[in-house]
């Protein structure tokens, strides 16, 4: 329904999550990484700043990782046979995870540096 109240919204928000959480191992997997990733950062203490910047991070993997999920409902729904474009588009999704992935590994090295750094 096109412009729904807000509650309904929500609803059909919620819906998503949960067929994300139920369908896609990858968004699992995401979801129990950011645990050790909070205990990582109460771990070391690092100024605001700091969580601020891995919480979007966190938040950046996982919004990006259900549009790709969206792609790739579409893209099954559109060519459920080998086709060389959905190959692209899926592929092209999935490194959008991983260029944000790496983005957060190289946040985490730096946290770690400036930790035995003693710096801020
Ligand atoms: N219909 C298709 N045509 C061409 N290649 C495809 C097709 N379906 C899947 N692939 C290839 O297989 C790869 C994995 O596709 P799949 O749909 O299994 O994604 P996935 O493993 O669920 O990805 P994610 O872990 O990101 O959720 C794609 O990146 C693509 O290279």
Known sequence: MKNAPL??????ASRGLRSALRNEASFRTEIMAVVPGLLFLAWLQP????????????????????LNSAVEALADLLEPEFHPLIARAK???????????LTAVAIAVMLLWRHFQGAG
């Open 7 to 12: 509650w309904r919204r929500a609803l059909y």
């Open 91 to 101: 592929d092209s999704g999935a490194a959008a995870v991983l260029v944000l992935s």
């Open 47 to 66: 100024p605001l700043i700091w969580w601020a910047l891995v919480l979007v991070l966190m938040a950046l993997i996982l919004a990006v990782e259900l």
